[in-house]
């Protein structure tokens, strides 16, 4: 069993940078692949970044690619996304998920955090 907790959501003007954190605990002695995703208000949960256990193998969805950037600290049991140039159509609620079978960019992985909301004003 793995638990995660999103953080460092909050609002930030167009243009302007985040990051955000999710820290796993439990179980996080195996290699899960960890991935994040977004849910805008009336919108399906759809795929933002993932990495692999060892960050070799990295996926962005291209909405997002040259502006975000995912990276993880497994020592700290803990990955990160970094928003740059942030657009209003990037606010959503941000959720961590991970996985120990593979890496994937589809919403099966099997565990999931609370979520962290991100709002960029215009």
């Known amino acids: 069993q793995v638990q995660l907790v999103e953080s460092g959501g909050g609002l930030v003007q167009a243009g302007g940078s985040l990051r955000i954190s999710c820290a796993a605990s439990?179980?996080?002695?195996?290699?899960?692949?960890m991935g994040w995703f977004r849910q805008a208000p009336g919108k399906e949960r759809e795929f933002v970044a993932a990495i692999s256990w060892s960050g070799g193998t990295i996926y962005y969805a291209d909405s997002v690619k040259g502006r975000f950037t995912i990276s993880r600290d497994n020592a700290k049991n803990t990955v990160f996304l970094q928003m740059n140039s942030l657009k209003p159509e990037d606010t959503a609620v941000y959720y961590c998920?991970?996985?120990?079978?593979?890496?994937?960019?589809?919403?099966?992985?099997?565990?999931w955090g609370q979520g962290t909301q991100v709002t960029v004003s215009s």
């Open positions: 439990g179980r996080t002695s195996s290699g899960y692949a």
């Open positions: 998920a991970a996985d120990p079978r593979r890496l994937m960019t589809g919403p099966l992985y099997g565990y």
